[in-house]
Structures are given as C-alpha cells and as structure tokens.
C-alpha cells in the first residue's frame, strides 16, 4: 500500500497546530429531514476554507532543506493553489503557483494575498501542468502534486483520524472524490481506526472518473465530460496511488446528478449556514439521492471546501428558488398605453408576490400593435404561494395560462378596440 496508517498518524502530529481540528458537528435539521443521524466534518473552516491545506502543509514539511531553499511549484486553478502558497509562506519557502488561461480572478488575487508568485499560462490543466514542470526544470524546485503523492495523501487522511476521533461511531461515511487524495486518506485512516464504517466515495454524474478507474462500472455510451459545479472533482484522470488505495479499501462511489449538488449547496447555506463548494456539497447530494440505504444509520459527510464564485453561488440559490417555487417567471400582455405597469405591479403587490425583475418589450405582442408585453420575474413564499399568486392574478381580470416552465399572463383591454 502506498500509504499507510503511520503514515498519516504521523502526518497529524506534523500539521498539529498549523492546520485547524475543524469541528465534527451533528446536523439536527438534516437528520430530521432525511431520516439518517447526520454529522457534518466542517472542513470549509480551514483557513483557505478547503482540506487541501492537511496535505499541502505535509508535503512541504517532507521537504529536504535544498528543495525548501529552491521553492516549490504546483499547478492549480483553485483550492491547491491556495493552501500550497499559504503554507509555503508560512514556513518561509518561495512558492509559484500556474494559473490556467480563464481562472476567476478572484483565485489568482487569493493566491497572491497568500504569498504566492502567479504565473498564468496554459489554456487547460494540463497546459498548466506542463509549464509547471518546465519551472520546475529550469530553476531546480520542486513540483507540489494535488493529490498523487504519499505525503499529500497521509495529510488528507488526518481527517480521518479526526473525524472519527470527535464524531459517533459511524455506520456510513460519505467523501467527495476527485483525483481521490481527500477519500485515499481517510480510507486509510477509517479501516485501521474503524474498519466497519462503509466508505462511500461521491462524484459529479458528468465526472466519473474514480468510478471508472475503480472498474465499479462501464463509462455510460452518453458521458459527456460536461461542466459541473463541482469543479474541485472535475478530473479526468484520477492518481495511480489514489485509485490503488480506492479500489482495495473503499465499499463504493458513486455518482450524483447537478441537481442535487446544487440542492445541496443550497441545503448548507439554509440549513447550516455554512457556504460549500460544489464538491464540498457533493456528499449530501449522495445522501439527498438514496435516502432508504442511509435510513436510520449515523452518517457522516465532508464538507470539504466553500470555495465557490459568488456569480455561480448566486446562479444556484436562484436556481433554487425557481425548483422550489420560490420564484416564478410569468409573461403578461397589457394595453400599451399610461398607467397600465403600475396596476400591473400592483396587482401582483396584492397577490403577495415581489418584483425581482422586469422586462418590457413592445415588439412581442401577439394579439396587437397597441399591447406590450411585459414579463416578471417573481419571488414569492413557496409554490404553493405561487399557485395563489397566479389565482389572484386571474381575480383581478388577468387571464393565466400555463406554459411549460413559465406562465403565460395576459390581460383583457376593458376598450375592444385597443385590446387583445
């Protein structure tokens, strides 16, 4: 095995004070509404909010004192970024992280606040990885893998070792998995620890690559490789040594679909209060997707990262609102002419409902020249709230039609001349 129980026990005592014991806490809401005893490891209260930093801080540890003179370098679009550059500035090592041609600003600056001297280049990770490795050549440092090293895959276990040391005694434990550093660890640390624990990996549906580097399934004839929201396990090739240790130790992985991941970065924010990443919220989405195997049994989850862009976070939580009603979306045609808007919105005040957002278009009337059409986008308390909304609209003479994910609305001119 490439990486042992010592291995990682002696990781924890190395990263000991330098990296946060983040909390192992049970969720009461969740565990009432999904019908497992739920425990959350909250590993979103890292400094760089990520688990990334157990096994960056190791790793440099393990450095000879020539290597820590000549700096290291890793290639990165986010989280590994991050926790390499603040701990190498940490223990006084220079540091280059590459950058790909696209990453959100916000990482790059993250990365530089942490110390780091940014480099972007390459129009991919692997591009990335390939300067990378012409740093490493041309000034002697040493390249920082994410997740396919001994060092790197004992400091992730210490949240094994963690996990179980101040949770229950767990019948289930549910890991994002990318190129498998976080669940590697934790794998070993769980089976020497608590051997009876099922170890269940979790992907995105659109990034199964430990599934199929595990032989579990067949690649379906319909995988695309799509954009997740799960960007911190979008890999395409999982490690060698990750998916040795995976594939003798762990009982399963699985895959879930956007939606629930979505869903469930939602969850942790509402419920929690807690942002998370798309792969920090990916093993709820597991536990969201089959409920009756985790039905009455103490589960745990890793909240692995909160990590997320604001625009995305902010698409999700719309996104959200929409799936459950929330917010809805409805098209009204009215008598282009003074005054029509403003009863308009005030009739949708009345029914309860809040004007997000509004677009007024003349040129998409259907019945006549003289309507505009005008549609609102809505926020409302829940769906049922949304269905009353639409009755009163229709109380008040607007005519409700319903149109696969939007309503139709359209309103009667009380002058047949200028009306509909």
Known sequence: ???????????????????????????????????????????????????KERGARNRLLRLEPGQSDAGVVAMSAGNHAQAV???????????????????????????????????VAGTNLDEAKDIAMQIVAEEGATFIAPYD??????????????????????????????????????????RTLAPRIELIGVQSELHPAMVLATGRTAAPPDLTWGPTI????????????????????????????????????????????????????????ALLDDPDRFAGRTVGLVLSGANIDLRLLSAVIMRGLARTGRLCRVVIEVPDSPGALGELTAAVGRAGGNIVDLWHH?????????????????????????????????????????????????????????GP
């Open 85 to 119: 550059a603040h701990h190498a500035t940490l223990l006084g090592i220079r540091s280059t992280i590459v950058m790909p041609e696209g990453t959100p600003a916000n990482k790059i600056s993250a990365t530089e606040d942490n110390g780091a001297t940014v480099v």
């Open 1 to 51: 095995m490439p990486v042992t129980f010592e291995d990682v026990r002696a990781a924890h005592a190395a990263i000991a004070g330098a990296v946060v014991r983040t909390p192992m806490a049970r969720s009461r809401t969740l565990s009432a509404i999904t019908g497992a005893d739920v425990w959350v490891k909250f590993e979103n209260l890292q400094y760089t909010a990520s688990f």
């Open 230 to 285: 799960a960007e911190g396990i979008a890999v395409k090739t999982p490690g060698r040594f990750t998916t040795e240790i995976i594939t003798a130790l762990a009982d399963d992985v699985v895959t879930v679909p956007e939606r629930l991941i979505e869903e469930a970065v939602i969850w942790f924010l509402e419920i929690e209060k807690m942002v998370s990443e798309g792969a920090g919220a990916a093993p709820l989405a």
């Open 362 to 418: 003349r040129e998409f009337g259907v019945h006549s020249a003289r309507v505009t059409e005008i549609e609102l986008l809505v926020e409302t308390r829940d769906g049922e709230s949304t269905e009353q909304l639409k009755e009163s609209l229709s109380g008040q003479g607007y005519i409700v039609d319903d149109v696969p994910r939007r309503a139709a609305v359209r309103t009667p001119s009380p002058d047949p001349r200028t």
């Open 149 to 190: 090293d001994p060092a790197i895959i004992a400091g992730q276990g210490t949240c094994g070792i963690e996990l179980i040391e101040d949770g229950p005694d767990l019948d289930a434990l549910l890991v994002p998995v990318g190129g498998g550093g976080l669940f590697s660890g934790i794998c070993v640390a769980a």
